[in-house]
């Protein structure tokens, strides 16, 4: 029986690579630099359908005992690497066209970058900072550590409520000499990440929505999309009879 070519994260560095395979690194640290670990998810798109891709079905539609693995996503959630609050993932792709569909609890199905993976290639994405994207405006407002020990210990009672959900959203900076070092195997042909196309696709993880970038994407976005708009042409007569200039007279 065919199985599918499976995505997945590994839990250490391979003593090889795989030719048939794109592999991906990326450093992820604490989910607003405070209790929990930030997550990736990394989803393979389809561009013909404009979404995240159908996984593999199973032989003849039915799945078999013991379960049937999907191939068209994969989580970040066991690293490779550990040091200190980061976590180093490895991630072992087939090759394609693949999307970072969401960080955490929340589906950046508003607007997200793509990744064009080839065969054999190394891709690293660099270091990820996972933040809660708080409105213009908001207090920041984040579950740390100590505060869930007060809440613990004192019941509750003495302490203000813990903040309400909030949708994530991604930093990406390249690597540097204070972060994780790529395993050796990676060190000569790992390539730092190039960004494609970015793409909507529908909220699969059933969670939050939001941009990649968050809101400072979607200001991006608006402008950009204000500055392709043609610029709308002046009457002449009108022109003369309210005395206006052009700048070309000046």
Wanted: hydrophobic content about 40%; charged content about 25%.
């Amino acid at each position: 029986m065919a199985v599918p070519a499976l995505a997945e994260t590994l839990k250490k560095p391979p003593v090889e690579l795989d030719p048939a395979k794109a592999y991906v690194l990326v450093e992820i640290g604490k989910l607003d630099d405070a209790l929990m670990y930030g997550s990736l998810v990394l989803g393979r798109y389809d561009a013909v359908k404009g979404d995240i891709a159908d996984p593999t079905p199973p032989p003849g539609g039915k799945i078999p005992r013991g379960g049937w693995k999907q191939d068209n996503r994969v989580y970040l959630l066991k690293p490779a690497v550990k040091a200190g609050d980061h976590n180093l993932f490895i991630a072992e792709l087939d090759p394609g066209l693949w999307v970072i569909e969401g960080a955490n609890d929340t589906a950046f199905a508003l607007g997200s970058s793509t990744l064009q993976l080839a065969a054999g290639s190394v891709t690293d994405i660099g270091v990820v900072s996972v933040y809660s994207d708080f409105s213009q405006g908001e207090k920041r407002d984040v579950a740390t550590t100590g505060r869930l020990l007060k809440g613990a210990l004192l019941g509750g009672l003495f302490v203000s409520r813990l903040p309400p959900p909030t949708p994530k959203a991604i930093d990406v900076r390249p690597r540097g000499a204070n972060d994780i070092p790529l395993p050796t195997i990676f060190g000569a042909v790992a390539r730092p990440v190039e960004w494609a196309q970015e793409v909507r696709f529908g909220n699969h993880l059933g969670g939050l929505v939001n941009r990649m970038g968050g809101r400072k994407a979607r200001f991006r976005a608006m402008a950009a999309e204000q500055a392709a708009e043609p610029t709308p042409k002046t009457d002449s007569a009108s022109e003369k009879e309210s005395g206006a200039v052009s700048p070309a007279a000046n």
